[in-house]
């Protein structure tokens, strides 16, 4: 009883929620259309605009090349966290393929039977049941190395390591 608890509010985190967000708008922001407009990534784009020394003084302009650069940010950020966890977490591999199919692959896949039938060489005897169960748990560990510190429930971890930042947030 108190695991299914536990599973439905990490379902209803809202942390849980802006990294299935991020993870759905993955494969756009990616393949964006800037690159299909412009014919360049956003990492040489972003280059020759710093080499060049480009004046941004046009708000339009300015406004698109931070927005690139936001998103180019967020992309890495992204990236990191899911090396971190294939590379650290206990069940980081199977995570990553999960992640992978659901949603980083270049190609989108056309429905759950295609994804679990790519996991099959990575995950042994994968049900649609197990999938939706460790894709979550995928999520749940990313959500933690993405906005993990910051959460609720590890205020009071960081109260015992830190409790001079506690004092100082009472006394504002």
């Not at 536990?6 to 809202?14: G, H, K, L, T």
């Not at 393949?31 to 972003?46: Q, T, W």
């Not at 980081?92 to 989108?108: I, K, V």
Request: neutral net charge; glycine residues 2%; hydrophobic residues 35%.
């Amino acid at each position: 009883m108190k695991k299914n608890q536990e599973e439905m509010n990490i379902a209803d985190n809202p942390l849980y929620h802006d990294t299935w967000k991020l993870l759905k708008k993955y494969r756009d922001v990616v393949r964006s259309r800037f690159e299909i407009e412009y014919g360049s990534s956003i990492e040489d784009f972003l280059e020759s605009v710093y080499v060049a020394g480009i004046d941004l003084s046009d708000r339009s302009i300015e406004h698109h090349a931070k927005c690139i650069e936001r998103s180019h940010r967020m992309l890495k950020l992204l990236d990191t966290s899911i090396d971190l966890l294939r590379t650290k977490h206990k069940n980081g591999e199977n995570y990553y393929w999960l992640l992978y199919y659901s949603f980083l692959s270049p190609q989108q896949l056309r429905n759950v039977e295609e994804i679990i039938e790519k996991l099959r060489p990575h995950i042994r005897d994968i049900s649609f049941r197990t999938y939706y169960r460790r894709r979550r748990e995928a999520i749940d560990a990313l959500s933690s190395i993405l906005w993990g510190y910051t959460s609720k429930d590890s205020i009071d971890i960081l109260e015992k390591f830190f409790p001079d930042d506690k004092e100082a947030r009472e006394e504002k």
